[in-house]
């Protein structure tokens, strides 16, 4: 199984509203968490990232929560345009040692309502 | 700045051939990893690469090769290609192992 997963694969959302995408991870190694964005045809575009050691952090109208308790995170996105449709995949990396490479998740499909 | 480059963007081979795919890291970045995704799922470790050295192996078989030359381009390399092969194929450079990667747009590989 996948490490890294727990998603709606489609997610629809007004233009406008707010949305929140999860994400569950399992490897309690685990400390550095990515965020990316991919349209069709492109390939993932760097959103946000955070560290173990934060719970929140936020970017431009982005903002990851972090729960290690119970090993999710959440991509919300606020004030959601037409550019955000696009899958967004959570990844999760042993940072310093990440000699695995990024683990991904199968993605969420964000589709903006006009 | 140019971003991660990679080239082909689409690649067309037959069962059986081999096929090499290339990536240009971010400037200063020495880190280059390979990823590949299958259509409708996210992308899957193949390799990573630090000062010319492998560092890290995802479960892919040993027909799956890589190597990172002195200026820090890599070189993917798949032999005895299978139709399971077709993916798109993604490069991505970081600056060292485990932080900040960038990816490339990637290649398309069809194999037929």
């Known amino acids: 199984g996948e490490s890294v997963g727990l998603h709606l694969p489609t997610l629809s959302v007004q233009e406008g509203d707010n949305s929140i995408i999860n994400c569950a991870y399992s490897n309690s190694a685990s400390d550095y968490f990515i965020w990316y964005k991919q349209e069709s045809g492109k390939g993932p575009q760097f959103i946000i990232d955070i560290r173990s050691n934060m719970d929140k952090r936020q970017g431009q109208r982005v903002t990851v929560l972090l729960n290690k308790t119970v090993k999710h995170l959440s991509l919300q996105i606020a004030a959601t345009q037409p550019g955000d449709s696009a899958v967004y995949f959570c990844?999760?990396?042993?940072?310093?040692?990440?000699?695995?490479?990024?683990?991904f998740g199968k993605g969420t499909h964000l589709i903006i309502q006009p | 700045d140019a971003g991660v480059t990679q080239s082909p963007t689409h690649l067309i081979k037959t069962r059986g051939q081999h096929v090499t795919l290339r990536c240009s890291p971010i400037s200063g970045h020495k880190s280059v990893s390979w990823y590949q995704q299958v259509l409708g799922q996210g992308p899957q470790f193949i390799f990573q690469y630090y000062e010319k050295e492998e560092r890290g192996r995802g479960n892919f078989p040993d027909r799956f090769s890589a190597r990172q030359f002195p200026n820090y381009s890599s070189e993917l390399n798949v032999n005895a290609l299978l139709l399971g092969d077709s993916a798109l194929y993604l490069c991505?450079?970081?600056?060292?192992?485990?932080?900040?990667?960038?990816f490339g747009s990637g290649t398309r590989l069809t194999v037929v």
């Open positions: 991505a450079s970081s600056l060292a192992v485990g932080v900040g990667y960038t």
């Open positions: 990844a999760e990396n042993i940072s310093g040692g990440g000699a695995d490479g990024l683990t």
